[in-house]
């Protein structure tokens, strides 16, 4: 057994989205003054440190809105690489491995948590360092799989449904105006021409009342 | 040692479209016992609500078969050395009862009729001296007034909607002036249309083209179709592609055959079986052989068996059967494998002034204008033999997929603030106008064994040889002008882009149709199977789907590979079954 990491993220910041996607933990959540600490299933709480770092400079929190710290995407990300796709349990990955034109897509050997773990450790001390420093790093690695990688999960971390644990109180949603899945709209679909139409958001679990088991979770 | 079980009459291998439209006409009507072996899982319509999430499903693939079990190997030519595609991206197939019709679009399109006789209308257009050496396009074997009544059938067992543009010759406003004479309207009227289509069709009509909605396989109504089953109406939610229909509107095997298919004592399915051979002895038909769910080795004596697969396993079991000659592009010599096509897609990002609501949607509420599909709108100065269509997706916008949008110059990166408050802005105001092209069939795309990678028992992986010609960028070219046009007569903004001219990359999504390998025609010398979808080679094998089309048309496949399927079953039991041996 790994020893218990947690990652501390603001008690507000969670807020009901705890229900969601947390409730299957709650008994190892930790309140810690205004603060929850998080156990994670992959990272260590420094590498979450970085993470969460690094996916807000990607999706900063700003005048425009709510960022990557604000929807819990190293929740998100931290979840997908204990899982199913972190392991490659759906990729093919049966040797040799050949170089090829990116036309074929990723080759090469290393998981995505393979892929993580060096790509943190390249980062170093990020989590420390001022914005504009950060900002070049990630500059720097750009054309990296890494950087590849966590500029997808960042996405998918503040726009996928909370039961994977990222766009918490759905800010993701509320930032673009997405209403989640809704389901009807047969009366609404040849209507609002040309007018931005909002339904209030709502996440899978809310809508459906059932419980989702999400792939990341599977055989748990 | 196989454990060898009782045998039954007839086996069909996949339990998705055409394996179940098979299993229907044949218990419906003959008596004889029928067994379908599906590799994948059983899923119902509450496994469908409680998946609408764009995360497991559109981006994970929680529908599609599992890459680490078996795949493909491509490589872009011949001389190299291919390697395998370790995530599926240009296309999709899916696994489990349904197959990919459940997670389809639901867009009916029938053929237009000179597709069917390419080759013949080629010639009779440029003459035959002027058709590249390369060309491999084909004569299907049976005409479009022949299938003209398969199709019906197929449009009354989904439930289509559309608009007619051709009835019985008479050309009606409003509906695809181009396509081929009906001899009925549509069992119901289209979808209602969203802001989006009626952008579309305003613009288009401004250029004097003729915008049409696609026909759709998600009710527009309540629908009882002639087998009695029933289904409710679309719901316009956004989760229709790589999703199962939540609400049962859209049509999918598993709504529309398998209740059918439940009421008959001569069929069985079973589930978790993946058939690794089809065993013949003596040029007949003995069985099959599969792994079932726990691993055991199985075989399954049989009489007749339809290979009823996405295209990729229905060319690989053949060859892995060693059923058929393997074609070989250098000598042109061989059936088997040969006239492999994808499609042509072009997308021209246009962006809005107002916003769209485009988290409404539903997957064949598309509209189209297919006045320059086809041929009929080539001048001969493009360059090209066959074009395309332009279509707009209302679809249902989802925000991972969506998100990130913009004009060219409105972010230096795509991270960052700078990047995120564009993002935003346009999320709702932009939506692409798709190229949609017919692929036409050249001497060096083709489907073999790789030497090397194999699936999880020790098979060898199908491998493509496949790369797009001088032809496709042209058509891309031409397809993204005429796009441009329409989305300036929509009011829309773009940018000043052209279609990259790329090889074939396995990793941007297409369309899921894969077409050719196992293709029909009316000679052995040339196809895999005759026009009845009956193997040349082995008279109680029929082999259908899309792998039997010699082409493909700019058209989605889905109708026209259910339309071969009862075209099939009416010679297997009206002719095959009375008389067992070669129909031609």
């Known amino acids: ?220 | 040692m196989a454990t060898t079980l009782k045998p039954v009459d007839v086996v069909i291998i996949g339990g998705g479209f055409t394996g179940l439209t098979m299993a229907k006409e044949l218990c419906s009507r003959t008596a004889l016992s029928v067994l379908v072996l599906e590799r994948g899982v059983e899923r119902s319509l509450g496994d469908y609500a409680i998946g609408m999430d764009e995360l497991d499903y559109a981006v994970r693939l929680r529908m599609m078969q599992n890459a680490a079990q078996e795949t493909i190997t491509h490589r872009h030519s011949p001389r190299a050395t291919a390697v395998p595609i370790r995530q599926y991206g240009s296309f999709l197939p899916g696994t489990g009862v349904g197959g990919s019709g459940e997670h389809w679009q639901g867009m009916a399109w029938r053929y237009f009729p000179d597709v069917f006789e390419l080759r013949t209308h080629l010639v009779r257009k440029h003459g035959a001296s002027r058709l590249p050496g390369d060309l491999d396009v084909r004569d299907w074997g049976v005409t479009y007034d022949q299938l003209e009544p398969h199709y019906w059938r197929a449009e009354q067992t989904l439930g289509v909607g559309g608009k007619a543009g051709n009835l019985r010759g008479r050309i009606i406003p409003g509906g695809n002036p181009y396509e081929g004479p009906r001899a009925n309207d549509y069992p119901l009227p289209p979808l209602k249309r969203a802001y989006l289509s009626k952008l579309f069709a305003d613009g288009a009509a401004k250029l004097g083209l003729h915008p049409h909605p696609t026909p759709s396989a998600l009710l527009s109504q309540p629908y009882t179709n002639p087998d009695g089953v029933s289904r409710g109406a679309c719901e316009y939610c956004g989760y229709c592609e790589r999703f199962g229909c939540m609400v049962g509107a859209k049509a999918q095997p598993t709504n529309t055959l398998l209740p059918v298919l439940r009421a008959q004592k001569t069929f069985e399915l079973r589930t978790g079986c993946w058939v690794r051979r089809i065993l013949h002895k003596e040029g007949r038909i003995t069985g099959v052989r599969y792994a079932d769910a726990s691993g055991r080795d199985v075989a399954q004596p049989a009489a007749i068996v339809v290979l009823a697969t996405y295209t990729l396993n229905n060319v690989r079991l053949l060859h892995l059967s060693t059923v058929g000659m393997p074609y070989d592009p250098g000598s042109r010599q061989g059936t088997l494998g040969r006239n492999l096509t994808h499609q042509v897609i072009d997308r021209t990002p246009v962006f809005f002034e107002k916003p769209l609501n485009r988290f409404m949607g539903a997957g064949a509420l598309t509209d189209r204008v297919s006045d320059f599909d086809g041929d009929h709108g080539l001048t001969g100065s493009e360059g090209i033999l066959r074009l395309g269509a332009i279509e707009v997706q209302a679809a249902g916008a989802r925000p991972i997929a969506s998100f990130g949008a913009m004009p060219n110059a409105a972010a230096k990166r795509n991270w960052g603030s700078e990047w995120k408050a564009s993002a935003v802005t346009w999320y709702d105001r932009s939506a692409p106008l798709v190229f949609v092209g017919e692929h036409l069939a050249w001497r060096q795309n083709f489907m073999d064994l790789d030497p090397t990678y194999t699936d999880k028992f020790g098979d060898p992986l199908l491998r493509f040889t496949l790369d797009w010609t001088e032809h496709e960028h042209r058509q891309r070219e031409v397809g993204s002008d005429i796009a441009k046009k329409i989305a300036r007569a929509m009011g829309a903004k773009l940018d000043d882009t052209h279609p990259a001219r790329g090889p074939y990359d396995a990793t941007a999504y297409q369309s899921t149709h894969i077409q050719g390998g196992a293709i029909m025609g009316t000679s052995p010398e040339s196809s895999v199977v005759n026009e009845h979808l009956q193997h040349w080679q082995m008279p109680d094998l029929w082999v259908i789907g899309a792998s039997s089309f010699p082409q493909n048309a700019s058209h989605n496949p889905t109708l026209t590979a259910l339309a071969l399927t009862t075209w099939a079953a009416d010679a297997l039991i009206g002719r095959y079954l009375r008389s067992p041996g070669k129909l031609v």
Request: hydrophobic content about 40%.
């Open chain 1, 1 to 220: 057994m790994r020893r218990r990491e947690f990652i501390t993220l603001p008690a507000v910041a969670l807020g009901g989205a705890m229900l969601d996607s947390l409730a299957r933990e709650s008994r190892r959540l930790r309140m810690v003054g205004e603060n929850v600490l998080v156990p994670l299933r992959f990272f260590t709480g420094q590498e979450a440190q970085v993470i969460a770092a690094a996916c807000e400079r990607i999706f900063p929190r700003d005048a425009t809105g709510p960022g990557a710290t604000d929807a819990g995407v190293v929740v998100y990300i931290d979840r997908q690489l204990a899982g199913p796709y972190g392991r490659d349990t759906y990729r093919y990955v049966t040797p040799p491995f050949l170089d090829s034109v990116p036309q074929h897509g990723y080759q090469g050997r290393e998981t995505p948590r393979d892929t993580y773990r060096a790509g943190i450790r390249a980062l170093g001390d990020f989590a420390r360092l001022p914005a504009a420093e950060q900002d070049a790093k990630l500059v720097a690695i750009e054309q990296s799989r890494f950087f590849e990688l966590l500029r997808a999960h960042t996405m998918e971390g503040v726009f996928s449904d909370p039961i994977h644990g990222g766009n918490t109180n759905l800010v993701g949603w509320r930032l673009i105006g997405f209403p989640g899945p809704r389901m009807q709209y047969r009366t609404q679909i040849d209507k609002h021409f040309g007018e931005a139409w909002r339904p209030k958001p709502a996440g899978l679990a809310q809508i459906t009342g059932r419980p989702v088991v999400p792939f990341e979770d599977e055989g748990k």
